[in-house]
């Protein structure tokens, strides 16, 4: 039990190869995240099908797919139901549900039936403090290696801010493209932070302003980013 407990609570560290597996979704078989290779993708847990919150995310995400998509990054998602209760659960938000003024969306990004449990435990989706059959809000954002970079978790009753998704993708993007690293509320346009002086000599020719950067002190230096450079880089790609 208590072994069968770890496993239930094992979560996936950053830095870690995203847990493979192969499923059936709503949108046919995948083979994660070998299917995504090459590309940023979001995999993300939620509760139930036919629950409030959880339909008012995925008619948020689902009208954003194709923002995400000109980032760079695909959506899958997953819940411990089976496929049919997905299809159902699917139709019904296009044919009936209205959130926030959208209406008749179509959720086109695959839906993983989890009805084992294997997916969601190999995960670290299922919190049993919060409940021991439903998965957690939780979203892995997974680098085109492969390679976990963030994770986010909420409780059952808070729905995500997607904005913040949205965000953090390109603020990890943009990290990784330019070499920096994306202060407290980053958006692009704003000025990033340079990575801290690592000896006495860099310290010194940065407060000597040798350097192409603003640095308040040796270690909290920022330079400015254009925006167009950065949605250059970081969308379409
Ligand atoms: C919901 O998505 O509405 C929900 C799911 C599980 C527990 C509470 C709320």
Redesign the pocket.
Known sequence: MEEQNDKIVAMPRLGDPAPAFKAVTTQGEINFPADYSGKWVILFS???DF?????SEFITFASMEDQFAEAGCSLVGLSIDGLYSHIAWLRTIKEKIEYKGKKNVEVNFPLIEDITMDVAKKYGMIQPGEDST?AVRAVFFIDPKGIIRTIIYYP??LGRNFDELYRALIALKTADEFNVATPADWRPGDDVIISPAGSCGAAKSRMDGKEEMTCQDWFFCSKKLDKDEVLKKVLKK
Do not use: G
């Not at 629950?51 to 339909?55: E, G, K």
């Open positions: 939620h509760p139930a629950t409030p919150v959880c339909t439903k059952l009753s």
